[in-house]
């Protein structure tokens, strides 16, 4: 788990060249706020975490297997993963953010995953 980044992801670069070219200029991985979210975009009090499917167990995505060995340990982890992002999303909405999670999987189609962005994101 040691090689395993979290941060420059690329489902987090996609997200970003994309988000750059739409014409959105962003902050990365602000450590003042609740959970070091992926991008933030301080004009919109906007945040956005690219989240990958496996480690934050995306419902009904084929990506979000569990694990036939040590499933003991896995199911603690992998439930912690959720209730922390849980957790971090409810503090940053009491500081007046507005959140979006973009998981892994929707990062495969760029024109799907623009619409989302620009809904998500005001003009």
Known sequence: MSRIRGKDTKPEIRVRRL?????????LHRRDLPGTPDIVLPRWKSVIFVHGCFWHVHPGCKRATKPKTNVEFWEKKLKGNVARDAKTIEQLRELGYRCLVVWECETKNLDVLAERLTAFLPR
């Open 19 to 27: 988000l750059h070219a739409l014409g959105y200029r962003f902050r």
